[in-house]
């Protein structure tokens, strides 16, 4: 009934920048949270940045002044413009949007979590 939709992702030189973009296809009645995570290899899904539906951000300490989230409710997109890149920002980054409801039919779900498939960025030095 939803899918989230991300693309973007590639690899980039150190100091340069990637946007990635992920939308949320279904019949979409609402979304609280949108928002990037990533996970390199051997580490834990590490939140990078988020976005409410009333533009509250927030980032990660470390990719803080570098990157930049944004979002298009009217869409049910989100962004993530990412400069200066890092090779420590190698990772494979998912979308994720919390407490969404969507319609199936005449239903309206209950609130869920969803993510999306991964899109690798690799950054070298």
């Known amino acids: 009934q939803v899918q989230l939709v991300e693309s973007g992702g590639g690899l980039v030189q150190a100091g340069g920048s990637l946007r990635l973009s992920c939308a949320a296809s279904?019949?979409?009645?609402?979304?609280?949270?949108m928002g990037w995570y990533r996970q390199a290899p051997g580490k834990q899904r590490e939140l990078v940045a988020h976005v409410t539906s009333g533009g509250d951000t927030k980032y990660a300490d470390s990719v803080k002044g570098r990157f930049t989230i944004s979002r298009d409710n009217a869409k049910n997109t989100v962004y993530l413009e990412m400069n200066s890149l890092k090779p420590e920002d190698t990772a494979v980054y998912y979308c994720?949007?919390?407490?969404?409801?969507?319609?199936?039919?005449?239903?309206?779900?209950?609130?869920?979590?969803?993510w999306g498939q991964g899109t690798q960025v690799t950054v070298s030095s």
């Open positions: 994720n949007a919390d407490n969404l409801r969507y319609y199936s039919g005449s239903y309206l779900s209950g609130r869920g979590d969803y």
């Open positions: 279904g019949r979409i009645f609402s979304i609280n949270t």
